[in-house]
């Protein structure tokens, strides 16, 4: 039987509490928070309370709690995208391995640092890069791996978020101000640009990307519609972005949750009066696109087609990769994978093999319980040289990432090798 780990919460907000959390209530023998930070009172002492944490080692902010010596192994870094950098600096000194949640940061520099003082220190620092320990994607590059389909040649991945997803967090919240989190290949899409790169299994070289915010704009507002829903808005009995329809039905739970610490019905409508959720979505100061495509081409020659749309009324990623023996067909909330070979004469064989993928039912298709169980092992097993690897490859999904928005700002095509000696530079 082994003792739990021990460790510290940097921001108890949403996947602080959600998702990490929640593993360790779920799991009180492999993880235990004996620290938190999160200048929020209400946050911090409900994450205090849920984990049995003494007041004396509760912090109002991270530099608080990372100015003390340490207070444990580990540290489980959920603050905002733009905190991540110094609280990461701060944390690898102070001598925390780190599971850091994604973004890395908000700039390439950025993330290549945190790198860089990870391996200067000889510390563990994971990317909650959820999706890569879901059964759907880890089956997908066993069967890329192992030659299902031959040699890889392209891949086709789409990511729809949801109308409402959309309008939710890159609309009215956190990741609707892309000069503030940083554009929404990144926010969103950074999970697919490192799935793009593990399982193209090489570094990319050259990309390009086109995108714009077409619809969540003042000038596609309905005739009359004021600044905010509970204004007594003329469309609101047909606008799929009515806030009341979205926040004061029966559920709670997120993406509820977010506007309002306090569930209650008075909470909640307080929050649409006064917060950022009770605003018109064509009438917020956001600027992240919505929607964007990425084609980028890999070291060993595999090419990528990926597409993020906010448009979409089911939320789903999809995947399909071609390869010199066959086609994988894959969608994710479907949980099934399809495997055809080509055939001598009959084209595709008569018979796909098709394999079921369900997950665990947290957040995530089980991913968010993947991505602790691995930062746990790797502490456990002390496996710097695998977390090293899974690193460099979330680095490079990330500069993927800025070097796309790059190439769509730009309109150019952007060379990786250039790009990279120019952040070096
Ligand atoms: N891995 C994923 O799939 C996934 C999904 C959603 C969000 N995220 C990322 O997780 C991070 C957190 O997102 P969230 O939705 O929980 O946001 P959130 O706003 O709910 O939580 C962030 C918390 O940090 C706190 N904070 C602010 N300043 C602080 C300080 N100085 N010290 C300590 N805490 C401070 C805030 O009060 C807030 O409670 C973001 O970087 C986001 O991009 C990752």
Not at 78 to 93: F, G, K, N, V
Not at 94 to 106: H, N, Q, R, S
Not at 158 to 180: D, I, K, L, P, Q
Request: a negative charge.
């Amino acid at each position: 039987m082994t003792s739990p780990l021990e460790a510290v919460l940097l921001g108890a907000g949403q996947r602080g509490t959600d998702a990490c959390g929640a593993f360790a209530r779920r799991h009180p023998e492999q993880l235990r928070f004996v620290a938190v930070a999160e200048p929020d009172e209400e946050r911090r002492r409900r994450f205090a309370r849920q984990h049995g944490i003494d007041p004396a080692m509760c912090f109002a902010a991270y530099e608080d709690l990372l100015a003390r010596p340490q207070l444990a192994p580990l540290c489980f870094n959920t603050t905002m995208d733009a905190h991540h950098l110094p609280s990461t600096l701060m944390a690898l000194e102070a001598g925390y391995d780190i599971f850091l949640e994604k973004p890395m940061a908000v700039t390439a520099r950025d993330c290549l640092r945190i790198a860089q003082v990870a391996r200067a220190r000889g510390r563990i620092v994971q990317i909650c890069h959820p999706l890569r320990y879901t059964p759907f994607y880890t089956k997908a590059r066993d069967l890329l791996t192992s030659g299902a389909i031959g040699r890889v040649i392209s891949m086709t991945m789409v990511e729809n978020v949801g109308y409402w997803h959309f309008a939710h967090s890159y609309v009215r919240g956190n990741w609707g101000v892309a000069a503030t989190t940083g554009p929404l290949i990144l926010t969103k899409c950074c999970h697919d640009m490192d799935l793009a790169v593990w399982l193209a299994g090489d570094d990319p070289v050259r990309v390009a990307s086109f995108g714009a915010l077409n619809e969540f704009r003042p000038d596609r507002a309905p005739e009359g519609a004021p600044n905010r829903c509970t204004d007594g808005c003329p469309v609101e009995k047909t606008c799929p972005y009515f806030a009341p329809a979205m926040y004061m039905g029966d559920n709670t739970d997120w993406p509820v949750s977010v506007i309002s610490s306090d569930p209650s019905a008075e909470a909640r409508w307080q929050a649409l009066l006064t917060g950022p959720y009770g605003r018109c979505v064509y009438r917020c100061d956001n600027t992240a696109v919505d929607h964007q495509t990425v084609i980028a081409e890999f070291a060993n020659g595999v090419s990528l087609g990926f597409s993020v749309h906010a448009n979409a009324f089911h939320p789903c990623r999809t995947l399909r990769v071609t390869g010199s023996e066959g086609e994988l067909n894959g969608h994710l909330e479907k949980a099934e994978i399809s495997v055809v070979r080509f055939t001598p004469g009959q084209g595709l064989e008569a018979n796909p093999r098709v394999f079921s993928t369900a997950g665990q039912a947290d957040a995530h298709h089980g991913g968010d319980t993947g991505a602790i169980s691995n930062f746990l092992r790797c502490v456990r097993e002390d496996d710097k040289q695998g977390a090293a690897e899974s690193l460099d490859i979330a680095v490079a999904g990330h500069l993927l990432a800025f070097a796309a928005e790059q190439a769509r700002v730009t309109q150019t095509l952007v060379d990786m090798k250039s790009y990279r000696l120019a952040l070096a530079g």
